[in-house]
């Protein structure tokens, strides 16, 4: 009989270190604590999102920040896309932090519904601080940093972009929603992009202004992508 399953994960050239809680027999599971690696030994990290997003001064295409709940924290990342023409027969596709898999879907989704011809395009994503998340709440940033890259065109430096997105190019709602936001909003982020249904469901005042969005469309039109 197990009472507690706990992983420490991290890359092993970046100082970040997260304690994974994956099964207690007595409370919540999936629940997280980030810690850095210093020489003295590992050290908490109270504020994990102010951390990641510490360096983050410029908006270059292909850059994003993506809202993610860890447990019942929300944790928001910096999400990297690069694209660039393949001197290959097949392009690639490299995905660090988060499943191959999802982003081939997504690359997809942006060939057949946008028609962003990725056919002979490499890509490359990066989640910042070598953290692995594995949610569909980035969805809608990898679309959105993929584009960006392909178009050469910045996103605003204060946009955070949360959702889902379908195989027709919807968008669709996520979990703690409000968490998510509260978090964006405590860091200085003025423009929320997410799901229009989820934005229907919101009660609270809040000083970001909200864009709700039914499909990658929308999402893409408002940053000027397309």
Same mark, same amino acid.
């Given at each position: $009989?197990?009472?507690?399953? %706990?992983?420490?994960?991290? +890359?092993?050239?970046?100082?970040?270190?997260?304690?994974?809680?994956?099964? @207690?027999? =007595?409370?919540?599971?999936?629940?997280?604590? $980030? =810690? +850095? $690696?210093?020489?003295?030994? $590992?050290?908490?990290?109270?504020? /994990?999102?102010?951390?990641? %997003?510490? +360096?983050?001064?410029? @908006? /270059? /295409?292909?850059?994003?920040?993506?809202?993610?709940? +860890?447990?019942t924290r929300p944790i928001l990342v910096e999400l990297q896309a690069l694209t660039s023409q393949t001197i290959f027969g097949f392009p690639r596709r490299t995905a660090n932090g988060i499943d191959y898999n999802r982003l081939t879907l997504l690359i997809a989704v942006l060939e057949k519904i946008v028609g962003m011809p990725f056919g002979n395009q490499d890509v490359y994503l990066n989640i910042v601080g070598g953290i692995k998340i594995n949610e569909p709440a980035l969805d809608l940033g990898i679309i959105l940093a993929s584009a960006s890259s392909y178009k050469n065109i910045s996103i605003p430096l204060e946009t955070i972009a949360i959702g889902e997105v379908g195989l027709t190019g919807e968008v669709r709602s996520v979990n703690m929603i409000e968490k998510r936001i509260k978090e964006a909003e405590k860091l200085g982020f003025k423009t929320c992009i997410i799901p229009e249904s989820n934005k229907k469901q919101l009660k609270g005042k809040y000083t970001a202004t909200i864009i709700g969005v039914k499909n990658i469309y929308e999402a893409m039109k408002y940053l000027k992508l397309r």
């Open positions: $009989m197990v009472d507690t399953v %706990l992983y420490l994960e991290g +890359e092993r050239y970046f100082s970040y270190r997260i304690l994974r809680g994956v099964k @207690n027999r =007595f409370g919540s599971t999936n629940e997280i604590g $980030m =810690f +850095e $690696m210093q020489d003295k030994g $590992m050290t908490e990290i109270q504020n /994990p999102s102010s951390v990641l %997003l510490g +360096e983050r001064e410029e @908006n /270059p /295409p292909g850059s994003i920040v993506v809202a993610s709940i +860890e447990g």
